[in-house]
């Protein structure tokens, strides 16, 4: 393709504080994170849930490491308006198109944060009656948690840094980078 030229750190110099995750080990963790959903699912349906937007990036490339058939669906909820924290309130946006009941749900995000929008999401789904459900996550903040969560599937752990990339973003700009980088205290503060 001509003229390709994929956002890089080095496009917006001076928005990025230091990358954290490369490409390379965002997709070599994804392929891990599949075989352990194969395995733990082997003879069994799965249904894959985005939570939009976020993890829209992750959604995509865990679904193309599976070597087997799975639906994906996706839900959009909201808790952080157009701040940096969660605000505890959530809100769904847009709603699961299939019917979960007796289903084996995998909950597919991008980063978990305080678990305060994810705990919400996850009784909500229980809710619903399905066979499980268990969270997918790329990125987990574990000093930031206010809830516990159960996560069975965890990509990295990270610090407390506003992170920007592979789907992430802030203001809606930095989503497409494909790597997961801080964000310069100066871009938010």
Same mark, same amino acid.
């Given at each position: ?9 080095? %496009? ?19 392929? *891990? ?6 395995? $733990?699912? *082997?003879?069994? $349906? ?11 990036? @992750? ?5 193309? %490491? ?11 909820? +909201? +808790?952080?308006? +157009?701040?940096?924290? +969660? ?16 289903? %084996? @749900?995998?909950?597919? *995000?991008?980063?978990? $944060? ?42 990295? $752990? ?21 790597? @997961?980088?801080?964000?310069?205290? %100066?871009?938010?503060?």
């Amino acid at each position: 393709m001509a003229g390709f030229r994929p956002v890089e750190p080095q %496009h917006i110099d001076g928005d990025i504080e230091k990358v954290l995750l490369t490409e390379a080990d965002i997709q070599g963790r994804l392929a *891990e994170l599949a075989a352990d959903i194969e395995r $733990d699912y *082997e003879g069994k $349906d799965v249904l894959l849930v985005g939570v939009l937007k976020g993890a829209v990036m @992750v959604m995509a490339d865990l679904s193309r %490491h599976l070597s087997r058939h799975v639906e994906i669906d996706w839900m959009a909820i +909201s +808790s952080y308006g +157009s701040g940096t924290r +969660s605000s505890g309130v959530v809100r769904i946006l847009k709603d699961l198109d299939t019917d979960i009941t007796d289903r %084996h @749900v995998v909950v597919v *995000e991008d980063i978990i $944060d305080t678990g305060l929008t994810l705990s919400w999401l996850v009784s909500n789904l229980q809710s619903r009656g399905p066979a499980s459900v268990e969270i997918c996550t790329m990125l987990r903040k574990p000093e930031a948690a206010k809830t516990p969560v159960g996560v069975k599937y965890v990509g990295f $752990d990270i610090p407390s840094s506003f992170v920007v990339g592979y789907g992430l973003d802030f203001a809606e700009k930095y989503r497409n980078l494909r790597v @997961v980088a801080t964000l310069a205290p %100066h871009m938010y503060s």
